[in-house]
């Protein structure tokens, strides 16, 4: 084996670690999402009231770019905060997390510049936010 092979061999990682931020922080928090989601709601009330092409387009642009986000932070929720005991005390989460990444994704927020599916993915988010907020103090 070469100098440079066993050089590189050295640096390559024994341990894999993942979290929503690369590091296993342990913060998680639903607010992420629903700032997120309330921006997607802010824009698609702004296209609504705006004509203009180009405005239309950056804030569809920006809109979608939003609504990942949000989607992202539901699933980090989702798949690495909440744990068997807290699906097993609300057996309603996995449809809820379910329903709320349903709706920031192409078939909800991201598809569609409408204010109240905007209005419906924040309603699924304080839903969220309410199992989380009980999973906090027990």
């Known amino acids: 084996m070469s100098f440079g092979a066993r050089l590189a ?3 390559v990682p024994t341990i894999e670690a993942s979290a929503h931020c690369d590091l296993p922080c342990g913060v998680y928090d639903p607010a992420q999402a629903r700032i997120e989601a309330e921006s997607v709601k802010a824009i698609c009330e702004k296209y609504q009231a705006n004509e203009d092409p180009e405005f239309r387009t950056r804030a569809l642009m920006i ?3 939003r609504a990942e986000l949000v989607k992202h932070h539901l699933w980090v929720l989702w798949t690495d905060y ?3 005991p807290h699906f ?3 057996p309603q989460l996995h449809q809820l997390c379910n329903e ?3 709706l920031a994704g192409a078939s909800g927020s991201k598809g569609s510049a409408d204010p109240k599916t905007a209005e419906e993915l924040l309603g699924k988010i304080d839903e969220i936010a309410k199992i989380f907020a009980e999973t906090k103090q027990g």
Do not use: V
């Open 63 to 65: 809109k979608e770019q």
């Open 88 to 90: 097993e005390k609300h």
């Open 100 to 102: 709320a990444t349903k």
């Open 9 to 11: 061999r050295l640096f």
């Open 82 to 84: 909440f744990k068997p």
